[in-house]
């Protein structure tokens, strides 16, 4: 008896009462990866730490076969492959990446998916061509409401098969504020497979469902996109019948790069006493970081930590933060919380979605101070 896609491709839901992580869920975890937290000490990701989602396969994909359309409601459709486009006028814009679900494991009761953390992060330097320069020699006819990017990677969700494919307001798609990438290089070099090889979008201060990878068209419609992705995924709803708000600008967020050395299974920290430098990166997609705090006691107290100057030359990209702290003998939990320009602030206690999006809630990080030195374990 053949099989119907509704039968090998479940519906969303949430965890029950006491249920663990899923082996399917350890399954994306193996697939997919974040970054290691040490990594935050790079101003730029390298690619094999920056953080990584796919949805389906990565698609095999021949660069000199690869072509870009651009069609629909413009007045002179384009088709271009990837030498036409290193050809045109290129720009590097260096960009803070955050997946959607970030934080998405730590919610009660667990949205099952991909069991994110607080590691699904990176910052890299894209290089291509900026969608507007494309869309202007496209011609966008008045129209135009919409720009949709289908990438090769193709699969099924919740019983709907498909290529993954997204949408942006043409004002997003067409203007220079974030003003969106169509890349081809990371870092200086052509894209990893993982990253999109040969082409991705770039949406700076968009979530990471936005950045669609192994981009094969864009198309100009009448009208929103109501694909998949658009409307049946990536909203923030409280049960599968609330239409919910549309996932779109990251929330801020600060992360602390782990002090000292962790333990190997449990990842809780160990420092000896005295003077202990904590640093780390913040980010928002709203609008410049304003400020870091820290929290030594478990978020009981808060403190001002020390902002690097503001970066014009990278508007997009994370901030480094500093702070000294005495650490004392005993169990410690520390925390940083970022505030940007706009008075979006970190939660204490996160509000829950059914798909465990745009969550931002403070990080914990347990750190245990040695009472005098360290040794080796008897017996060891």
């Known amino acids: 008896m053949a099989a119907r896609l509704g039968e090998v491709s479940a519906p969303a839901r949430v965890a029950g009462p006491e249920e663990g ?24 990701t390298p690619p094999g730490l920056h953080y990584v989602l796919t949805h389906y396969d990565i698609p095999a994909a021949d660069p000199d076969a690869w072509r870009l359309t651009v069609r629909g409601e413009v007045r002179e459709p384009l088709t271009l492959d990837l030498d036409a486009l290193r050809a045109r006028p290129a720009v590097t814009r260096r960009v803070t990446m955050e997946c959607a679900g970030n934080g998405r494991a730590l919610l009660s009761p667990r949205p099952v998916s991909q069991p994110w953390l607080v590691e699904a992060v990176g910052t890299a330097e894209w290089t291509g061509v900026p969608l507007r320069a494309l869309l202007a020699e496209a011609g966008v006819r008045p129209t135009a409401v919409e720009a949709v990017f289908t990438g090769a990677d193709h699969g099924v969700e919740r019983g709907v098969e498909q290529d993954y494919r997204r949408g942006l307001p043409l004002a997003v798609a067409a203007g220079d504020d974030p003003g969106v990438l169509v890349a081809y290089a990371m870092n200086g070099a052509p894209l990893p497979p993982q990253h999109g090889h040969p082409l991705r979008l770039v949406v700076p201060g968009w979530y990471g469902m936005a950045h669609v990878k192994w981009l094969r068209d864009i198309t100009l419609a009448d009208r929103p996109f109501t694909g998949f992705q658009q409307t049946a995924a990536y909203r923030l709803r409280q049960s599968p019948e609330d239409p919910g708000e549309p996932v779109t600008r990251i929330a801020p967020r600060a992360l602390l790069l782990p002090p000292g050395f962790p333990d190997f299974m449990s990842r809780v920290r160990v420092v000896r006493p005295g003077e202990v430098r904590l640093e780390g990166r913040a980010w928002s997609g709203h609008a410049p970081v304003a400020r870091v705090e820290v929290s030594t006691d478990g978020g009981a107290g808060w403190q001002d930590a020390e902002l690097d100057p503001p970066d014009a030359a990278h508007p997009w990209a994370w901030r480094r933060w500093r702070h000294r702290w005495t650490a004392a003998p005993g169990r410690h939990v520390l925390s940083a919380r970022a505030t940007d320009g706009q008075g979006h602030t970190q939660p204490l206690d996160q509000p829950w979605n059914r798909g465990g999006f745009a969550v931002n809630l403070v990080q914990r990080v347990e750190v245990h101070c040695l009472d005098g030195a360290a040794g080796e374990p008897e017996g060891s």
Do not use: Q, S
Not at 27 to 32: F, S, T
């Open 21 to 44: 992580v899923t082996v399917e869920e350890l399954a994306l975890a193996a697939r997919n990866h974040g970054l290691p937290l040490e990594a935050l000490r790079y101003d730029v």
